[in-house]
């Protein structure tokens, strides 16, 4: 009886309160919320769907008028114009050095002394020789005459009958061995002249000479060495004849060798002087190849003035010539040149690109353009929201422009240069 009695008044009680309603509200307020969520995920899937997919963007570049000056950049040292190696042409041991590095010397100055004794013993040696070979030529001439005037008396006493045709047969022949001994003296003579002039040759040779005007650039040798001159001479002194012209070899890449000829002007720059820029021309350009790692260049050589003495041998270079100048063309960006777009029906790859939006394949901008100048180009421009290809001829290019020779082109018309990338 108390039991019924407190479940009616706990019923009592929560209907009062409104408990049950308030629960039963709440359980219909989340239905409405999830269907709410779904329908708007339904409208947006379908507008999706209907709106299809987002029309191509194209980026342009604009047809311009200016000048534009093609270059051929190259990398080479810096050389004196003449640089002499000098060596002793006899072995022997170093006694005097005269000069150092960045010492000017001229023409016929003494850089180095070589020890004589043995040189000037040797040339005295070889005066007394020729002094004896001379004698010895007196000495046969005298025996000559001799043999020649007998020869006469027994060649009288034999017209007479008093001599046997013996003894003039011996008589003749000592005269011809005298004679031949006279010859011989004489080539005696010759040789030991020869001899002696080699000895003094080597003795002036023991003076190592200057043979330009010019600075010493490295010296490798002190008093006291010994050096050797065999089947190699020993370089001890490096001359530049003068540095106030110099002249700088580049190597340049044979796609480019083509554009690049004499007289042709250019700049360059040192690490040194990296703020300044020096003139140069063309003096030569070699037929000869050099390949290392499979590339080919070819060396071209440019004159350079040094008046201040500025530029040392041995900087490395790098070089800008001028191939071409044009001042007033038709310049496009060299993006239109490699533009094709893309077919209608072409599937769309599906690519996931991680770390980042996809590449920009469409903006090649600072690459050269695919095709030499004189030649025939297709590029692309947008009519009536539509690529349409048009034929024009190439000329020159910096890099990033290249000059119109002809076609149907005008300054201020817009070209297509790529496709715009959508933002993720």
Known sequence: ???????????????????????????????????????????VVAVRLLSGPPGVEFRFGEVSKGGIVATVTATGTLQPVNTVD???????????????????????????????????AKVLQGRASLTAAR??????????????????????????????????????????????????ADAQVAVAAATLSSDETNLAKAEIKSPING????????????????????????????LTKMQLEVDVDEADIGHVQEKQRGTFTVDAFQDRQFPATITQVRFAPKTKDNVVTYQAVLEV?????????????????????????????????????????????????????????????????PARAGSTQRIWVLKDRTPQPVEIKIGISNGVHTEVLGGELKPGDAVITGIETPKS
């Open 1 to 43: 009886m108390d039991d019924g009695r407190q479940g009616q008044t706990g019923a009592d009680v929560s209907a009062v309160l409104g408990l049950g309603a308030s629960h039963t509200l709440k359980r219909m307020n989340r239905w409405w919320i999830a269907g709410g969520v779904v329908a708007l995920l339904l409208i």
């Open 86 to 120: 000098i060596g002793p042409e006899i072995s022997g041991q170093i006694d005097i050095v005269n000069v150092d590095f960045n010492d000017r010397v001229t023409a016929g100055q003494v850089l180095a002394v070589m020890d004589t004794d043995v040189l000037k």
């Open 135 to 184: 004698a010895r030529v007196e000495d046969a001439r005298a025996t000559a005459n001799e043999a020649r005037l007998r020869l006469g008396r027994i060649r009288e006493l034999q017209s007479r009958g008093n001599a046997s045709k013996q003894e003039l047969d011996a008589q003749e022949a000592a005269d011809a061995r005298a004679r031949a001994a006279v010859g011989s």
């Open 215 to 242: 600075v010493v650039l490295s010296r490798a040798v002190e008093p006291g060495q010994v050096v050797a001159a065999t089947f190699q001479t020993p370089v001890l002194f490096k001359l530049a004849e003068d």
């Open 305 to 369: 003035d040094n008046a201040d003495l500025l530029l040392r041998p041995g900087m490395t270079a790098t070089a800008t010539i001028t191939t071409a100048t044009r001042a007033d063309a038709t310049l496009i960006p060299n993006a239109a040149l490699r533009f094709t777009p893309p077919a209608a029906d072409a599937p769309k790859p599906r690519r996931t690109f991680i770390g980042g939006p996809p590449p920009d394949f469409g903006n090649a901008a600072a690459l050269p353009p």
